[in-house]
């Protein structure tokens, strides 16, 4: 008796230890004790933000165009263009659709292999992916900093762009579903296919063929001339000993095989060192990274902003310019080098600014 | 003790005329020729000027007789680099991004150097990357893991409660939905890196996403399937379909040995054999469980394979029965005929590899090349053949066959049923042309 009833006592107290640290988990699997804890309320509220495409989880809120202007043209214009047209920095959002496709639902031009990028607008078929996918990462360099109904509203001006909403439009969580229905490519997917998930079948099969399988051997395609260096040189990029080196793509094939070419054991190797492997990257280029400069300058190219060689051969010789660039990067601005503006870098150290600018300065790239 | 003469065989290009190469080349041998080659061979055994300028050749080569400074001198103490780095010899194995293809950094792919590897294992440091809204570096201290939707207690774990959880090690392949992409219509680079380098395999350690979705009390009657939500600025969002979510997918932490790299999830990703990379959310904070799939941004505008009649497929996932010739291949340059053993990869995202066949003229002849263990479920396995190269032009290819019987199909007949501007999903065959100069390139066939 005694000692059952120590025993049951026992049992007990580690229930109720168990249910006291475990309020909530009662209806779940709980096979591993102290691991997890219940997610609050708040906490997925906090996280889950996501819209499906029957508009479960949609926010409350709403947006007009003439807002969503503003906001597009501050925020967003600068990366995707005006008119969202722009090819800079990513392909084109708005363009390639009619209004007869957004009577039939799905995109003419689609078709057409002369039809030059396919625009966001020409592909989508569910408009609860755009506010999604809006509200949860753009702007691009600033995610998660637009409000709901900032987002609202730029997803109206989206749509005006694309000829989908009137000029005076307001998107909300009621009119959506009236805008789902005229989605330019909204019957334009597809789900019977093989490749969802394993059960699938595939649609294209080869055959195992072993013995006088092809009765002639044409080359259909190959790397134009022009474009041998396109990657740069491949010899570089290819182990530089052993029997598979690169193509010394600088030079002209070798007219036959290169006997004269010494490539046995006792020469010197030919490998590349290339020096980003070697020595850190300087620390400018570390920040110009880092701080998503890059997005809109190339080191040599133009881009959405002048290219910083560019920049550095302007000021060259100017050092009381360090100021006025440290200035002109942390509030933004144009009209240096054309109208498109730079948006403003208030987040980013003095410090780090001054590092970029005397390295961009410096030229060496 | 070896009484013999020495017989000192440096690379054949050492000591043969190239004009007489490619005479050969061209004509084949004579008898004439054949004497030449023979004297040529004898002026080079008996001290020709063509070996190494400091060995006499008679007496052998300068890398045996002479001493070297890394055999004369003290070498580097240990811990000198305490985290190890490649040699300097082999340096020009790196990711690369290709000139063009995307035009900013942090929304683009950089390459695996599939050119250079071995085995079936891609070193941590050379693992693709692709990323949408560029990487990020997260404390795992303050990571979290929250599940929700449609579960009977949503919960949240930390890095330290899903370390303690029971792991599985796996070796699974990762490819990029997009790899080959930009060669559906036409030839569009020049190497393996950038045709196939969207592809690479790893071991990963990690707890089966089941456990954590048993332990959640997951609704598997209504809840079809799962949202995998990143934690980065891109918040990532992918659907799994709930069978594949309780087959053998897992939440991993780990890569290859070590923790993930930030570049590839750290401190956590999802690892969905067989699927399509994007699939495989980095920096994973958040699985939802539902009864729809989601549509997100890269459902619905990306990742979907556009078929000729304007249709896109949408939720294409399984990367099907693919292989590629990794050396020699495009942008390599033979410097010598003879034997070479023939080396590339195979995988399927449906099961294992059963057998991989090459062709060394475009398709016409195949033979069953060798493959070498491991041989897993949804991972890469090496396979290997032999070869004499003649001088003569060939076209090689490769082409693998899945546990499932699918054979790996030609460009053409993929085209012939999914047109040319799918992007997505090419498991093609591929053909590297070697020409008479050495030089090998990447062509299509038909």
Redesign the interface.
């Known amino acids: 008796m005694f000692r059952w009833g120590k025993r049951l006592r026992r049992l007990l107290f580690a229930l109720s230890m168990l249910v006291c640290w475990f309020p909530?988990?009662s209806?779940?699997?709980?096979?591993?004790p102290?691991?997890?804890?219940?997610?609050t309320v708040a906490?997925?509220a906090a996280?889950?933000i996501?819209v499906?495409?029957?508009f479960k989880g949609l926010p409350a809120g709403s947006g007009s165009v003439a807002k969503g202007q503003e906001i597009w043209d501050a925020r967003c214009a600068n990366c995707h263009g005006t008119f969202g047209e722009s090819?800079?920095?990513?392909t084109p959002i708005v363009g390639g659709t009619t209004k007869q496709d957004i009577e039939r639902g799905?995109?003419?031009s689609?078709?057409d292999?002369k039809q030059p990028q396919?625009t966001?607008m020409m592909?989508?078929?569910?408009l609860?992916?755009?506010f999604?996918?809006i509200y949860?990462?753009m702007p691009?360099n600033e995610?998660?900093s637009l409000t709901v109904n900032e987002t609202y509203a730029v997803l109206a001006h989206l749509l005006n762009m694309a000829e989908v909403v009137p000029d005076d439009f307001v998107l909300s969580d009621k009119t959506m579903a009236s805008v789902q229905a005229r989605m330019p490519n909204r019957f334009?997917?597809?789900?019977s296919?093989?490749?969802?998930?394993?059960?699938?079948k595939?649609?294209?099969?080869?055959?195992?063929?072993?013995?006088?399988?092809?009765e002639f051997?044409?080359?259909?395609?190959?790397?134009p001339d022009y474009?041998?260096n396109?990657?740069?040189n491949?010899?570089?990029?290819?182990?530089?000993?052993g029997?598979?080196?690169?193509?010394?793509?600088t030079v002209a094939?070798?007219?036959?095989?290169?006997?004269?070419?010494?490539?046995?054991?006792?020469?010197p190797?030919s490998?590349?060192?290339?020096d980003d492997?070697?020595s850190p990257a300087p620390t400018g280029k570390i920040l110009y990274?880092k701080h998503?400069c890059?997005?809109c300058h190339g080191l040599t190219n133009k881009?959405v902003g002048p290219s910083f060689r560019e920049v550095a051969k302007r000021y060259k010789g100017k050092p009381e310019v360090n100021a006025v660039l440290e200035q002109k990067i942390k509030l933004g601005g144009a009209g240096a080098w054309g109208n498109i503006p730079m948006p403003p870098h208030a987040t980013i150290e003095a410090s780090d600014i001054a590092s970029l600018v005397s390295w961009i300065l410096e030229g060496k790239f | 003790m070896i009484h013999n003469t020495p017989r000192i065989s440096a690379a054949p290009e050492n000591f043969v005329p190239a004009d007489l190469i490619s005479a050969v080349t061209a004509h084949g041998i004579d008898d004439s020729r054949r004497i030449f080659l023979r004297s040529s061979f004898a002026a080079a055994l008996l001290g020709g000027a063509v070996l190494s300028g400091r060995a006499k050749a008679a007496e052998g080569e300068a890398a045996i007789l002479e001493k070297q400074p890394w055999q004369t001198a003290l070498g580097k103490p240990v811990a000198a680099t305490p985290y190890g780095v490649p040699s300097t010899f082999e340096a020009n194995l790196q990711r690369r991004e290709s000139p063009g293809l995307t035009r900013v950094s942090a929304a683009s792919v950089a390459f695996t150097p599939l050119q250079g590897l071995f085995g079936i294992i891609t070193p941590s440091g050379l693992h693709f990357e692709r990323h949408h809204q560029g990487w990020v570096d997260i404390d795992p201290a303050q990571h979290r893991l929250m599940i929700n939707g449609l579960v009977k207690q949503p919960k949240i774990f930390t890095m330290d409660d899903l370390l303690r959880l029971p792991s599985v090690s796996r070796i699974h392949f990762i490819e990029c939905g997009a790899n080959t992409g930009l060669e559906w219509g036409n030839v569009a680079v020049p190497t393996v890196q950038y045709t196939h380098g969207m592809l690479s395999c790893c071991e990963f350690t990690g707890v089966p996403l089941s456990i954590l979705l048993d332990e959640c009390g997951a609704d598997l009657k209504k809840g079809k399937y799962v949202l995998a939500e990143g934690g980065d600025g891109s918040g990532m969002t992918r659907t799994i379909p709930m069978e594949n979510a309780l087959d053998d997918v897992f939440v991993a932490w780990a890569m290859n040995g070590e923790m993930l790299r930030p570049e590839n999830g750290y401190p956590l990703r999802l690892v969905v054999p067989g699927v399509q990379g994007v699939s495989w959310v980095k920096w994973l904070r958040r699985i939802e469980v539902g009864d729809m799939p989601y549509a997100s941004k890269d459902e619905a505008v990306h990742y979907i394979d556009l078929m000729p009649d304007g249709l896109h497929r949408q939720y294409t996932s399984i990367q099907e029965c693919k292989s590629v010739i990794t050396t020699p291949s495009g942008g390599q340059q033979l410097h010598a005929t003879g034997f070479y053993n023939v080396s590339g990869m195979a995988w399927s995202g449906r099961g294992k590899i059963k057998r991989v066949d090459v062709s060394f003229d475009g398709g016409n002849q195949w033979r069953t090349a060798r493959l070498e263990s491991p041989i897993l479920n949804k991972a890469v396995t090496r396979f290997n053949i032999d070869w004499v190269w003649d001088g003569s032009p060939a076209i090689l290819q490769s082409r693998a066959i899945d546990s499932t019987g699918y054979v790996q199909p030609p460009i053409r007949t993929l085209r012939a049923v999914r047109g040319s501007r799918s992007i997505y999903h090419n498991n093609a065959i591929q053909s590297w042309q070697v020409g008479t100069n050495g030089e090998v390139s990447n062509v299509q066939v038909g």
């Open positions: 909530l988990t209806n779940a699997a709980d096979k591993f102290g691991l997890g804890r219940p997610a906490e997925v996280w889950d996501d499906r495409p029957d090819n800079e920095i990513f799905r995109v003419a689609l078709t292999p396919r966001t592909k989508v078929a569910t609860s992916s755009l999604d996918y949860r990462a691009w995610p998660r334009g997917m597809t789900k296919h093989g490749l969802a998930n394993m059960r699938g595939p649609d294209v099969h080869g055959t195992a063929c072993m013995k006088d399988c092809a051997v044409q080359i259909g395609s190959r790397l474009a041998r396109a990657h740069n491949l010899a570089e990029q290819n182990r530089g000993w029997p598979f080196r690169g193509v010394n793509t094939p070798l007219a036959a095989l290169s006997a004269s070419r010494s490539v046995a054991q006792g020469q190797s490998v590349v060192v290339s492997s070697v990274a998503h890059a997005a881009l």
